[in-house]
Structure formats: C-alpha cells, structure tokens
C-alpha cells in the first residue's frame, strides 16, 4: 500500500534496541512523512529512529547507546548459569509486570518511570520534538512505537495528536504516563488485556484503541486478507498430514477459507527466529540436527533467521557444515540474514508465506500467529515475554517447545493428532490480523 496525499502522512518513530520497536513501525512505513531527520541507510522507508536520527545531539546519543549495549549484553549474559540468571533478574524487576488479579488502581509511577521522567525533564528529547515541530506547515499525527519517544512528545509540546503502539501481550506501569489521567497520549493497543491494564494504570478510556497488533500487509493483502488465507489453505495441508483436524473440522475451515488445495505447494517448512541480542542461537541448531535425515531426503526445510547479525549467521553456516548438511544450506536449509534491518524484514516477512510453524521466544512475533502460524514457544527472556507465553497458550495459539534434541519426536507426534493446525485456525479466526488498516483509520 502506498498514501501519495501527504496530509494523510504521519512521523513514525521507532528505536533500534532489539527487534520489536522497529518490526512493529515496519509494516506501517507507507504511513510515513518524508523528514530530514532520517539517516541515509533509512531514507527509503522514512521511518525515524529516536536513539539514531540525522544531527542527533551527542548526549543523547550516548544515553540511548549505552541502554542498547547494556540490554544486549545481560540478554547474552543470562545464558551463564547462576550469575546471568541473577543479573537478568534484577534487571527484569524494573520493567515486571505486575500480576493482574485482583483488579486494582495501578496509577501510581514506579521508581523506572520516575527515573525516565527525570532524563526527560533535564531536556532528554527536546531537540527531537522540537525539529519536528517546525519541519511542517502543519501538524501531523506522531506514531511511536516505544513509550519514550511519546513522553518526549507531550512534555516538549508536539503540536499534533500522539499516538503509542503497544507491542506486548500485557504491559508494564512504565508504559504510561508519570500523571495518566492527564495525559494526551493515546495508545493502540494489540488485545484486550493491553486495554485494561491501560486503564488500571489510569489511561482514560477517550486514549485507548483496540487496533490489534500491526502485521505486515505483504502476508495479509486487503481487508479481505486474500494472501493470508491463501497461504492458509497450503499450511494446513502440512501441519495436519493425517487429516484429523480438517476431518473434524471441515466446515469451520470451509466458512473462514474454502476448500482446501489437493496438495502442498511447499515441504514442511519451520522457521527458527533468534532475537535481536542473539540469544538462543543453540537452538535452532539443534532443530537441525534432530531433523538431519528429514531435511536429507527433502521433506523437511528449516529456515533460521539471523536477523541482522552476522556472527549468528556464520554460527549458523559453521554448525550446519559440521553436521555434514552443506549441501543442503539455502535449499532445505535457509539462513536469513540482511545487514540493513528493513531488508531483513522484507525477508523474513516474504518467507513467512510459506512458513508453516514459527519457532520463537514469545516476542512480538506473538501476534504473528494471528497469520494462521501456530507458535512454538522457546524460553522467554523478560517479565513481558512471560506474559506474552501465558497468553499463546491460554488462547491456544502456541505451544511450549519440548527439548529441541528430541524435535524429530516430539514435533511429529504433534503434527499426527492435529495440535498445529488447531492452533493455527484458531490463531487467524480469534486474532486480530488488521492493526494497520485500523491504525490508518483512526489517524485519518
């Protein structure tokens, strides 16, 4: 989708610490103003970084530099037995969430938010807010997705509407404002449970929108999602090769996708995703190797995606060599890799359709099983990432992974009885799959 009548455009700000910011502004690129804030490297998609824009002031280059470095290394670090686990964990108790029940007032800032106020209200910020003030004739609407950026937003007087894009499944106090009930941030919100911790944290109901999740329209289509059910109609062939599932259930998917192809159009395809920090990189080779002889004689492809860090893609090409599978690599073994972080994006979103399971710690990919993937689950790094495992499976959209050694067991037993492509169904049918065309129209 392309927008040509610039007063329908918006600045879409992100952050490049990890993956989940920048994926979740990505599929809202063609939203984006034009800005002489963008780097060089970036100028195609128009998307502004907050921690790395044109003519940044020095110090706050800095501060955002050193949170990045210090996030990406105790991710790294948790591997490490004992030491990592209590480093991660008291870094995790200022960004936890608090549990749900009993339903109360949680209004009141935490020491994390106070502390980011206090950077806020020494000038952290203000050259960014302010450029973008005078950059236009006019106000457009401010789209972040981090909560920074939108605190920056309403205390140095951005002249347009704010609007935050939540990228979890539940959220922590540090997401609101330091006085909510005052506030003018308005916020997107991916599921319900987004929406009522807004409200315990004291968001007025005015500033709360139900979009869903922002998902990339080139796995969707239109509104009539005429790529996803495509895709659908071939997945299903693979996740449920004893027919059980379609043999129960061939009404429901003959309502939501019509008859179902005679045969696949592609082998059994897992996706392996490693984070932005690179943890977790173990894994996908041991996926590899339980599945060696599946992927020799073809009936298997496996796709591990590096993201934008080349030591995990030579990791990656190493491992697959020493397990006597090189001549397999970028055949039924694929490795996604692109230095640039759009281009890996565009990749990664162009091999999801035909992906037929995504195998992932409970990051924002979450909601990428409302495409009709069903999520198998990997350890969770982070107070978010727990809440975001607990609502996959309590809303039967994912799995826990079983151990990865024993995948050639374990993932087949439940392809036979049909577990993966009940997720799948009821991932597409009870998700929501258009957060982008709600977020146009609500800006519009």
């Not at 236009?136 to 951005?158: N, Q, V």
């Amino acid at each position: 989708m392309r927008i040509s009548d610039e007063s329908k455009k918006a600045w879409i700000i992100t952050v490049n610490m990890g993956y989940g910011h920048q994926r979740t502004a990505y599929p809202l690129r063609f939203l984006a103003a034009q800005s002489g804030l963008i780097q060089k490297n970036q100028e195609s998609q128009n998307v502004i970084n907050a921690n790395d824009y044109f003519r940044m002031p020095e110090k706050d280059r800095i501060f955002w530099r050193q949170t990045r470095n210090f996030y990406e290394m105790i991710s790294r670090f948790k591997k490490f037995p004992l030491l990592g686990d209590l480093a991660f964990s008291v870094f995790d108790f200022f960004q936890r969430i608090l549990v749900f029940y009993p339903k109360r007032d949680l209004s009141k800032p935490n020491l994390a938010l106070r502390g980011n106020f206090s950077l806020i209200q020494r000038g952290f910020g203000r050259d960014l807010i302010g450029k973008l003030n005078i950059e236009r004739g006019k106000p457009i609407p401010f789209i972040t997705s981090f909560f920074l950026p939108a605190f920056m937003a309403e205390r140095f007087d951005y002249n347009g509407e704010i609007f935050c894009i939540v990228c979890d499944a539940d959220i922590a106090r540090i997401w609101a404002s330091l006085n909510p009930e005052k506030s003018r941030i308005k916020y997107f919100a991916p599921n319900q449970r987004v929406v009522e911790r807004l409200r315990m944290y004291g968001i007025k109901n005015e500033n709360i929108f139900l979009t869903g999740y922002p998902l990339p329209l080139e796995n969707i289509g239109s509104e009539e999602m005429e790529i996803l059910k495509e895709n659908l109609r071939y997945r299903l062939l693979n996740l449920d090769p004893q027919k059980r599932y379609s043999a129960k259930y061939h009404v429901l998917i003959e309502k939501y996708l019509g008859s179902l192809p005679d045969f696949p159009n592609h082998p059994l395809t897992i996706l392996f995703s490693v984070g932005g920090a690179g943890a977790q990189k173990e894994i996908g080779i041991n996926i590899v190797k339980s599945l060696k002889e599946r992927i020799k004689n073809k009936t298997v492809k496996i796709i591990l995606s590096a993201g934008t860090k080349e030591k995990v893609k030579k990791y990656f090409q190493e491992n697959v060599k020493k397990l006597g599978l090189e001549d397999h690599l970028y055949e039924n073994i694929d490795i996604i890799y692109q230095k640039n972080i759009y281009d890996y994006f565009e990749e990664f979103n162009k091999k999801l359709r035909k992906t037929d399971i995504l195998w992932t710690k409970p990051s924002e990919l979450s909601f990428y099983s409302a495409l009709g993937i069903p999520i198998v689950i990997a350890p969770t790094i982070g107070s978010q990432e727990d809440f975001n495992k607990r609502w996959l499976i309590k809303s039967g959209y994912g799995m826990t992974q079983e151990n990865p050694k024993y995948t050639e067991q374990w993932l087949f037993d439940w392809l036979k009885t049909g577990y993966l492509a009940e997720a799948a169904m009821q991932a597409f049918i009870e998700g929501e799959k258009l957060g982008v065309y709600n977020i146009q129209k609500i800006i519009s």
